[in-house]
């Protein structure tokens, strides 16, 4: 019982804002449990029904009371229960009324043998043990229910055992050393039952619940692994899995293009200003690069203080791409961070452009080293401007000769 109850305490936890565990137990088991119940009821009403014979064949004199009983009284409350099993109440209503019609046909049993006068209903009589077999092992209702259900069995089997004609205080005795057994052995089962499939389902919640949370931990790592801690920027990992995703896409390869932003003279920043300082430098400069670019473009941490953008636009990205990588490179300029170990005196950035044809992994390598070659041109042409590789110029050219001959 302390098990049963320390289950019971555990199901009277709220799942929601409006309902218990116990609540979300029966309605997650509620197609599985009603399933097995109207599966019971069909078969134990086909058996009691089926018993009319066996009454006419051992107590012949109560054969017209057993027919009218069984059939007027407990078949028509079979229908109601099985119309009842369709209504949309709690599973637990439906296994209590279960129970109360076991409990019906019991006593209804009860008040045929009660008027017999047939000395074999003493022998008939320990058939009645039956409906308690059926209240607790056969239907498997809950404990509780199934201990009320027994009780009240085994009050009405033992109160018209003393009506049955030839009863004597030994045939009750010996009925009771049978009788007994039964009813705790069965309660036994039926409460080990209930305590396992609790358990079960508690078990199971809680299985579920460490999933959720793993997978929800899982997702966050994924989310962490993607991402530049100092700048918040996805990373090269990240840039890796958006090239991938976009090189396995079906279709016509994309044209896209490759911006590359190295901060100037950032070792003489750290050198100056001091390491954490240069953090804080970098994070302005990614700050500056998200608001220049669009939605669709992927902006990557791609080394120390180097910045990579991946520019995807349907429409003419080596135009747009050179104009993104000016604002860029615009918008740094005008952050005038202090630069002091510069001839400009503040912050400033260059930047390479490529673009082209992107059909796989490998040709996005090639627009990243040219974008990258572009870059060195920039900083070797003095800094704080934008190159763009003549491998992108080369490929403009190609995809309007290719369209020209189209038309
Ligand atoms: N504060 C800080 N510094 C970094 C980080 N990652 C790389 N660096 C520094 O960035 C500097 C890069 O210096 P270099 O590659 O020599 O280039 P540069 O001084 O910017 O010179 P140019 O690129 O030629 O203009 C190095 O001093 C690195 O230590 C970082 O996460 N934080």
Request: proline share 4%; charged share 20%; with cysteine.
């Amino acid at each position: 019982m302390h098990r049963l109850s320390y289950y019971y305490q555990q199901l009277s936890q709220p799942a929601d804002e409006t309902s218990s565990v116990r609540d979300q137990y029966d309605r997650d088991r509620h197609d599985e449990r009603l399933h097995s119940l109207k599966r019971v009821c069909g078969w134990l009403a086909l058996f009691y029904f089926t018993y009319t014979l066996v009454d006419i064949y051992l107590i012949p004199d109560v054969s017209m009371r057993s027919f009218a009983l069984r059939f007027g009284l407990v078949g028509p409350s079979t229908l109601l229960l099985f119309a009842y099993f369709k209504r949309p109440v709690s599973i637990r209503r439906k296994e209590l009324a279960a129970v109360c019609q076991g409990c019906l046909g019991a006593l209804v049993w009860c008040m045929i043998l009660i008027s017999t006068q047939t000395p074999d209903v003493l022998n008939y009589y320990y058939a009645g043990l039956v409906f308690i077999l059926v209240l607790t092992i056969v239907a498997t209702p809950p404990f509780e229910q199934s201990l009320y259900g027994t009780l009240l069995v085994f009050a009405a089997l033992y109160t018209t055992i003393w009506f049955l004609p030839g009863a004597t205080m030994h045939y009750v005795l010996l009925h009771l050393s049978v009788g007994i057994p039964v009813t705790l052995l069965s309660l036994m089962a039926n409460y080990r039952f209930s305590a396992e499939s609790l358990r079960l389902y508690l078990e199971k919640l809680s299985v579920d619940q460490l999933r959720r949370e793993l997978a929800q931990r899982n997702r966050e790592l994924e989310k962490l692994s993607l991402i530049d801690p100092l700048t918040g920027l996805a990373n090269r990992r990240a840039l890796t899995n958006r090239i991938s995703q976009l090189t396995d896409q079906a279709g016509a390869p994309s044209e896209m293009a490759v911006v590359i932003i190295d901060v100037d003279h950032f070792k003489a920043f750290n050198d100056f200003y001091g390491h954490s300082e240069g953090d804080n430098c970098l994070c302005a400069v990614a700050g500056a690069i998200r608001t220049a670019c669009g939605t669709n473009d992927l902006i990557c941490r791609y080394g120390g203080e180097e910045f990579l953008v991946l520019h995807i636009t349907p429409f003419s990205p080596a135009a747009n791409a050179r104009a993104l990588a000016e604002s860029i490179r615009g918008r740094i300029d005008c952050l005038a961070m202090p630069h002091q170990p510069t001839q400009k005196g503040h912050v400033t950035v260059s930047v390479g452009v490529c673009s082209g044809l992107l059909s796989d992994a490998s040709q996005l390598n090639t627009l990243i080293e040219h974008a990258d070659e572009a870059l060195y041109q920039a900083k070797r042409k003095g800094r704080n401007r934008v190159e763009e590789s003549a491998y992108s110029i080369l490929m403009t050219t190609q995809n309007l000769r290719a369209a020209t001959c189209k038309e």
